[in-house]
């Protein structure tokens, strides 16, 4: 009888003890916040991702992702902005649902005359993703990679038009606003600050990483290749770095050679360079989909 009282007193507790409710957690949420872009004096929004458990643990700092999108999601950081959700960290914490335990910030890049492109100007309001009240939508296929896999000379030399951050750049003022704005007012951890972006905003990534080494706890740029002028300062300061390419992306994985071998000649000793030689230029839909590239990053913390 006593073992019966007692297991009975601990599902009591279970349900109704507010610590150990699940109830009590907080769902995640996405947010837009406001901001006046630097670049274009315009009043814009940024989407923000506040996980499962924020506003229930008000003392709890919070690991901070920024992911930068790539070329066919700009728009006017207003009515365009959920095209942001199309692909990436974003689309899966939000849409599939997946508890990913990182305050998100998703800005969008403006089109800065890119509007003409065909894959851009044809794009329709039903291709971005909806949330569902119940269950998650299935996931689109993955492209189409008809060439075959096969190794790649190294590139070596490099014009100054292939250092081209794709206009993230003009954004870097507004971004590193975003950050400070995030860690003063939403809890954020300043010492687990984390980059991440996929072709136009993987080239965002090794841009940002390298004029602000101070700020990135670690870095992962997808399918953009490192133009060697930007290396110098992620290796003197060791930024724990994670580069993805895939080996029937074009001829693009010949470039990539270069700069991540000077990464590891200038003494870098955090590096890692995967190539998923089976796949095309969409290799974020394999490296976001999984489990590896969250577990390192919540592995890294800044150096001080």
Known sequence: ????????????????????????????????????????????????????????????????????????????????????????????????????????????????????????????????????????????????????MRPESMVTFFHDETMSPAGWDREEDDLMSMIETVIRDYNGDVDRVYLTGLSYGGEGTWYMASKHPKTWAAVCPIVAWPHPDLIKPIAQHQIPLWSFAGGRDGSSLRYYYTGMNLLEELGHKDVRFTVEMDMGHDVWRRVYAGEDVYMWLLSKKRKQ
Do not use: C
């Not at 601990?10 to 769902?27: D, E, R």
């Not at 690991?63 to 689309?91: C, Q, T």
């Not at 939000?94 to 890119?114: E, H, N, S, T, V």
């Not at 309001?125 to 296929?141: A, M, N, T, Y």
């Open 1 to 148: 009888m006593n073992l019966i009282k007692f297991l009975l007193s601990l599902f009591l507790i279970l349900i109704f003890h507010p610590g150990m409710n699940a109830q009590s957690v907080s769902p995640a949420e996405l947010i837009r916040v406001p901001f006046t872009s630097h670049h274009k004096k315009e009043q814009k929004e940024y989407f923000l991702y506040l996980p499962a458990g924020y506003r229930s643990s008000p003392d709890r700092k919070w690991p901070v992702m920024m992911f930068l999108h790539g070329n066919g999601e700009r728009g006017n950081g207003r009515e365009d902005l959920d095209w942001v959700m199309v692909h990436g960290p974003l689309y899966e914490a939000w849409i599939q649902k997946r508890d990913l335990p990182f305050i998100i910030i998703g800005p969008q890049l403006p089109m800065y005359g890119m509007d003409t492109i065909s894959y851009i100007r044809d794009r329709q309001v039903e291709q971005i993703p909806k949330r569902l009240d119940e269950g998650v939508p299935e996931r689109p296929q993955e492209f189409l990679t008809p060439q075959k």
